[in-house]
């Protein structure tokens, strides 16, 4: 058995992997999408995997990037972020690996192995990250971001066989500079895909986007940015054409190559929602694991070591975080936040509380005082893997609210108004009130609703982005759904992660002081809970 040591050179993948446990660095920093070498390193020694820091400095280079002399170093790289390492590497530990930088693989298990140095391209990585959890035996798939190192896009057909789509399906790279010129950020994607749903198509924008992937537009930032007009064209029009822009070259140039039924996806667009859903009625199976963006390099990187020198296919465990245990001392107790400030609206909001003591968890009363119109902070376990709350780190509401997507965006979470909310499902019944062939365990997929009974977690164009859950999954977050259910008849939760405008909670004190600072109403720690009992509240 080799013993392997997985680093994946990628800016914004603060990840460690040693086959117990993964979480982004971001969590305990609470810097989203902080660079690497604002980080602690933390994790579980095991022998499987050394894990590594994420910091592309030289600290980092010096101090993580080595090989043991029993071990073997695996890794990919993103262009942008290597460039901050490249130098001390190839001193370092890559001296006499020179040309690696360079290499190109023609399959999914190519790779470069020498001296105990084992190198894949970040887009195998990501498709070896989608396919090995899928379970599938034999699968299409597709690796698709902004940038990688020498890719943009790649597919690889049942028979592993790599198509470059680079040049003609540069679409991640079209989506972040579209978020950077409409405000969001280059990281600001999924905000623009939940604007699209109040846009409609514009010829114009729709030309622009034609215009830039035939190359006529260069990627020189003021050149492109000079073709849109913002001022003449509505915002929420360009982000509805992007989005049909978007499925339309899909189908263009990846439908074709379709060799089976089985579809994995991963890559940071393959966390648009409408894409994957459309992918179900071309591909009988899709897989679109929790980690598909660049945290989930780490994983890939490790995985693709694995099989091929080991012949061993590792499933990585959705809640694959750090445990916590809490255990309030006697007659502990949560005093009040004396302000909290909501910029939405341009609004403050002002409250208090008297002081709380903690109380055992009751699922009942719980689901009661959310079916009554509070929410709630749920806090338990292991913490996921990837990007979304998928029921260990999450706060849960009544999804028959009409008016809780406004009450949680603006006195609670402090973003757009405009951006929806997940439902939570019971997988035995998400075919009565969604419109889909298949589960959705990872929040993955966005598809039409088909019922009018749960308005809080339908957005503008009447889709939802679902999670469905069984009790195999997650035991506790399947019984409060359930605890829910026998009190209202409707078999779900609206599910958002918890935090309000910083990384998803990691450790219980980050919960705690959310809680506080925030109008959540309910905290629930493993199993102990707190309920607020308000003093006074309004609008100021």
Known sequence: MNKIKAVALNLHDHNTYDGVWHNQRERQT??????????????????????????????????????????????????????????????????????????????????????????IDHHQSHAAYAFINSGFEQADKLAIDGIGNRYRCCFFDKDDVMTDLSDVLPIGWLWNHMSNLTGFGTLGAGKLMGLSAYGKKNDYFYEIFETIFAGAITEKKQEKYDYIDLKRYRKEDLAFTLQKFTMDKIREFVYPLKSCNNLCVAGGVSYNGYMNEAFTKKWTNVHVPPAVGDEGQALGVYQHADYVLNENKHVVDTYSGKAYEFEPAEDERVGPATEYESWAGGKGFTWGYEALFWEPLDMTVVAQAIADGKTAGWFQGKSESGNRALGNRSILADPRNPDIKNIINSTIKNREDFRPFAPAVLEEHYQEYFDTNQPSPYMSRIMPVISDKIPGVTHVDGTARIQTINREQNERYYDIINEFYKITDIPMLLNTSFNSQEPIVEEPWHAIRTFRETAIDILVINDWMLIKKATGNGWN
């Not at 280079?61 to 071990?71: A, G, I, V």
């Not at 170093?73 to 530990?93: C, D, H, I, N, Q």
């Open 30 to 119: 609470r810097f989203k999408h902080n660079l690497p070498y604002r980080a602690e390193a933390y994790a579980h020694q095991s022998d499987v995997l050394n894990p590594s820091d994420y910091r592309l400095n030289d600290e980092f280079t010096k101090e993580y990037f080595t090989k043991d002399d029993d071990s073997i170093l695996a890794f990919t790289y993103t262009y942008g972020g290597v460039r901050m390492s490249k130098p001390e590497l190839l001193e370092g530990v890559l001296k006499g690996h020179d040309f690696i930088f360079d290499w190109q693989p023609k399959k999914l298990w190519d790779h470069y192995y020498k001296d105990g140095i084992y190198f």
